[in-house]
């Protein structure tokens, strides 16, 4: 995954080329920064995700001189973390964030300023604007184009960097209805299934 939205969303940016994995170009930059021989940093994951996946990335980033510390860390303390800001200076978090079919609705739950989740990361300049402003119309071409603007402007500050999509699979009975949450540009911004109903 190379950016806050998946590859099936209408809200893919495709002005956001994938950054691939560059170990030539990543010793550049590192040195261009001033650690030619890399640092050394410390990350905290929560301990029920994919370790297999973790240690790969370890692999990589020790192949450019950069050394990632993996702590593994319950679910009560990830959740200091990402609702509290409870984190070491100098150190990184992994931690899961919405990828919904309303983008919109994902973009104000876990980017905007003074969310409550991921209080440790920064977010980039005139994202609530952009926020607000999607939130406002009511044009879904034009709501589609501004979530783009989000998903630039996540990109180009590297906000986050996105790893993988663990996929959502939802089996429904055919007296289900309005399962929103799993439809792109729901309108009705069904979170979970609130405002799913069973036909009789």
């Known amino acids: 995954m190379y950016q806050v939205v998946p590859s099936t969303s209408p809200d893919y940016n495709k002005s956001c080329p994938p950054r ?9 930059l ?12 410390k990350i905290f994951i929560l301990d029920t995700t994919w370790k297999d996946g973790w240690v790969a990335i370890q692999g990589y980033l020790n192949k450019v ?4 510390d993996i702590n593994y860390v319950n679910v009560a303390n990830m959740n200091l973390i990402r609702t509290g800001g409870k984190i ?3 150190a990184a978090a992994f931690a899961p964030f ?12 876990s980017w905007r300023s003074g969310s409550p989740t991921h209080q440790y990361v920064v977010r980039p300049a005139g994202i609530d604007d952009l926020i607000d402003k999607a939130k406002l119309s009511r044009d879904p071409a034009e709501i ?26 939802a ?14 540009n729901d309108t009705d911004n069904n979170h979970m299934g609130t405002r799913t109903w069973l036909k009789k």
């Open 20 to 28: 691939k994995y560059d170990p030539v170009m990543a010793k550049k």
């Open 30 to 41: 590192l040195a261009e920064a001033g650690y030619p021989d890399g640092f050394n940093f």
């Open 65 to 68: 001189g950069i050394k990632m």
């Open 88 to 90: 070491e200076k100098g």
């Open 98 to 109: 919405y990828s919904s079919s309303n983008s919109l609705y994902a973009f104000d739950l």
């Open 144 to 169: 589609t184009k501004i979530n783009q603007q989000i998903v630039k402007l996540l990109y180009d500050d590297v906000t986050v960097v996105p790893v993988w999509q663990a996929p959502r699979i």
């Open 171 to 184: 089996v429904t009975d055919k007296i289900v209805q309005n399962t929103g949450w799993f439809i792109y």
